[in-house]
Each structure stands twice: as C-alpha cells, then as structure tokens.
C-alpha cells in the first residue's frame, strides 16, 4: 500500500472540505478504495499508487476551481472528480488568458497589448525588460506572473525589490526599526500581492521567505536559484546597482526589470543604470524588451492625459534645449 502526503495551498482547506466536512466526505464516497484523512493544510492518502495520483490530479483540479471562484458545491465536487479527462476539467475551468485568480475569484489577466506581450515573452525568456510610464500595469503584470510560475512550481519562491531612494526624507529620520523604514517604498509591491494571494498565505509566504521583498541592495553577493526576481523603478537604480542585480541570476530563474526613464529620482550627478542597459543588452539574445506607452495605461482615463501632456513638453523642452 503507498502513501502520500498532499498540502493544501493558495485557498482556505474549511471552504474546500466543506460545511461539517460536507465536501470531504463526498470524495471519500467517490474514492471508496483510498483511505483519506484531512488535518488541517494537510491530507494523508493510502491505498494503489495509480489511484493515489488519479486522485491528487482531480483534487489540485478541485483546489484551482475553488480558488478561482472562491466558492465550491456539491455539483463543482461531482464534475471535477468524475469528469472524463483532465482536458476536459481545464477547457471548464481555465480562460488560457488569466494569469492568476485573485481574491474572490477574481481573474487577472494581461489587458492591452504590450501587457499580453510580457506575458509572451517571460514564457520564451528569463529575462525581460518592461520599459513605460505610470499606470501601464509593469508592475502589476510582473507581479502576476511571478504568483503564476510559484503557483504552478516553476519555482521556489518570489523575490521582489525596488531602490530605496531617499527622494526628500532620510531613513535614518524615519521611525521604526529597518522594515518599517522601507516599508514605505515598497508597498506597491505588497498591494499587488494581497490582490492575488489570500492574506492569511500571503503572510505565511513572507514568514518562510516563499516571497522576499527588500531593498535592491539587500540583493549584493546573493546568487538567486530557482526564483522569480522583480526590479521595480529600476531607473533608480545606479549602473553599478544594476549591472549588480542581473548577476545575481542563478539557476531556473526568471528576471523581470520595470521602470519608467521619465521618472528617474537619484540625484542629478548619479546617472541612471536602466538606460545604459537598454543600450548594452539590446542585443544579447535571450533578454527581451518591452517598451509599453500611454495606451497601456489601465489608471484613471486621465493618467493617460497626463502622460502625453508631459511627453509633449519634455519633447518641446528637449527641442528648445537642442537650439
């Protein structure tokens, strides 16, 4: 008789076993020749070794059915673990455009085109640029993907870090011990992630360091394996800062820089890392670039208004400059 362990992730195990174990004691009816106990985050699984991995297939397919609507009954348990094939459970469940299912079930996908090509892209290369103004989804689009390849065991874990740039407050002046000094600049980082991970995991994945987000420098003398590594406003990384960063790529791991050139912050004698970058690797093959504009903005319509607004007087201003 073999024997497995199964660890249920990314949805709460109360809502997948059910009202008074309701769910539960429906596929233990459904798999008469497994013996099945659930405790917790946890469920032992004895019996015939092929019964065993036909069983866990169908009930990661359960998991992910409850993770994108954020609900099951008694009808999603009897067609997820009696269906045909497992085909025919991803053709009912899966929009191929959805990167991860958020809170409530929520689907979230590439919007506009140069998001969908990001998302292209990371699936070809390990390492991508995505170059654009505010409001274009960089970041957030970056982030999804990242919840996505850990989701599905492309790897160990996220890594997600920023520049701290001081702008007009120093940190030794902020209260708090280090975290909460650096909090601050990188919070679009954690709100990205509650959008996609339930709080409860979210907070676990930080604890054991599935998800590490620190402060570029945190990143010197680090070689990243089997991660998924986000450089947020990376135009405010310094040239060293950042040709530091790209070779911290170990092994099976995914790089994706963002950044916007039109709001570089590092003071005016310390020249910006991304666009020498840019021109150093534009021919490296196996770095992609992905230059998003102002029809990628998914802010409020007039974001896009204030992007081109100010496209247009840095191109008036750089003309007058020129003359």
Do not use: C, W
């Amino acid at each position: 008789m073999a024997e497995q362990i199964l660890q249920i992730e990314n949805v709460d195990p109360k809502e997948l076993y059910g009202p008074n174990d309701k769910y539960l004691n429906k596929v233990k009816e459904l798999f008469p020749k497994l013996k099945i106990i659930a405790r917790g985050d946890f469920m032992k699984v004895m019996g015939e070794e092929d019964e065993i991995d036909y069983f866990i297939s169908r009930y990661g397919m359960l998991v992910l059915q409850l993770e994108r609507n954020g609900k099951i009954g008694d009808q999603d348990v009897e067609k997820v673990m009696l269906a045909n094939s497992d085909t025919e459970i991803q053709r009912q469940l899966f929009d191929s455009d959805v990167l991860v299912f958020g809170r409530g079930g929520t689907p979230i996908k590439a919007i506009t085109a140069n998001q969908k090509r990001m998302v292209q892209s990371s699936e070809k290369k390990d390492l991508i640029f995505a170059i654009g103004p505010a409001g274009t989804g960089k970041t957030y689009t970056a982030v999804a993907l990242a919840v996505r390849a850990l989701k599905a065991r492309q790897v160990k874990r996220i890594i997600l870090t920023r520049p701290a740039v001081e702008a007009d407050e120093h940190l030794g002046f902020l209260p708090g011990d280090l975290k909460d000094k650096l909090d601050p600049y990188l919070q679009p980082l954690y709100d990205a992630l509650r959008d996609m991970i339930p709080s409860a995991k979210l907070e676990g994945y930080l604890e054991d360091h599935t998800i590490e987000i620190a402060p570029l420098a945190f990143m010197r003398g680090r070689t990243l394996d089997h991660a998924f590594v986000i450089l947020d406003e990376a135009q405010n990384a310094t040239r060293s800062q950042l040709k530091m960063f790209l070779t911290r790529m170990g092994r099976s791991a995914k790089f994706i820089v963002t950044g916007d050139i039109t709001q570089i912050d590092l003071p005016p004698k310390t020249p910006s890392g991304l666009p020498q970058a840019m021109e150093v690797l534009k021919d490296v093959e196996g770095i992609d670039f992905i230059m998003l504009d102002e029809k990628d903005v998914v802010r409020h319509k007039l974001v896009t208004d204030i992007v081109n607004a100010y496209k247009r007087h840095h191109a008036a201003t750089s003309e007058e400059e020129s003359k």
